[in-house]
Nanobody, 128 residues
Framework: QVELVESGGGSVQSGGSLRLSCAAS????????MGWFRQAPGKEREGVAV???????QYATSVKGRFTISQDSAKNTLYLQMNSLKPEDTAMYYC??????????????????????WGQGTQVTVSS
């Protein structure tokens, strides 16, 4: 069963930090191609960071140097450490995996991966 559950969102002031977590079911988790996306009101969903089984990460230009993606494969858990947050980081943040979800037809290609399953999202709000 596909399952991705995000946590750790909240409201912070500009310059603050948050750590997002994504707990995945064993069926869903793939150490290769796990990622974070975000979607702000009125905007399209965009890739934020992706990590592969070797631990190699790729980041959107807008977050490079401020965000760090990591994973604990033994716990099927993905993380996103967000530092130096800015108001423009305000969005709903989604965890994603390449495992197909029969209940969702939404696909997003990012950093060489086709993401096909999604969590419900966790809201991040950064105030100036």
């Amino acid at each position: 069963q596909v399952e991705l559950v995000e946590s750790g969102g909240g409201s912070v002031q500009s310059g603050g930090s948050l750590r997002l977590s994504c707990a995945a079911s064993a069926y869903t988790y793939s150490a290769n191609c796990m990622g974070w996306f975000r979607q702000a009101p009125g905007k399209e969903r965009e890739g934020v960071a992706v990590i592969d089984s070797r631990g190699i990460a790729q980041y959107a230009t807008s977050v490079k140097g401020r965000f760090t993606i990591s994973q604990d494969s033994a716990k099927n858990t993905l993380y996103l450490q967000m530092n130096s947050l800015k108001p423009e980081d305000t969005a709903m943040y989604y965890c994603a995996a390449k495992t197909p979800d029969k209940y969702s037809s939404y696909r997003h290609v990012y950093a060489g991966c086709v993401f096909a399953s999604w969590g419900q999202g966790t809201q991040v709000t950064v105030s100036s």
